[in-house]
């Protein structure tokens, strides 16, 4: 065998056994847990819109990404996520230096997330103080004007969905 050959197969032998793996694939969860109800979060806010937003991409990414079914009984799923959107603050970060009028708006939403098996009551995921940032654009010009809060809030669920969903699956 050749040195070249030989360095070939020492390198594909390190990569290999590097110790990284492809995220996303752990299930840590017990293998009891086989259904999972996502009622509507409660809210300590005036922003309605992401009590029904959360638990819908939640369960989008549970059932594209796990072997999880979600089920609308919370009564016959073995585990329940429960949410609580503890405060929503919306206000400006980047100001228009010409008018002085905000331009890029920040809302930021704390939240708990607990999943919490039912046969048990044993809480098999907690997060208190979940806390999620996203940004949206506001037009200067007054007929410009669209209000991009809403995509933003649907940007936001996407994100939360994805990181609680990885968070439960992976443990982390």
Sequence with gaps: MSWRALAVVLGAASLASCGYHVGGKADLMPKSVQTIAIPAFSSLSMRYKLVDVL?????????????FRIVANPGMADAVLNGTINTIQVGPTIFDPTSGKA??????????????????????????GFTVRESYQVAIDPHQFFDESDP????????????????????F
């Design 55 to 67: 638990p819908q991409e939640i369960g989008r990414e549970f059932t594209e990404r796990t072997r």
């Design 103 to 128: 331009s890029v708006i920040q809302a930021t939403v704390v939240m708990t997330v607990n999943l919490v098996e039912r046969s048990t009551g044993r809480v098999l995921y907690s997060r208190p």
């Design 152 to 171: 933003a809030f649907d940007r936001l669920g996407r994100d939360v969905a994805r990181d609680v969903v990885s968070s439960i699956v992976e443990n």
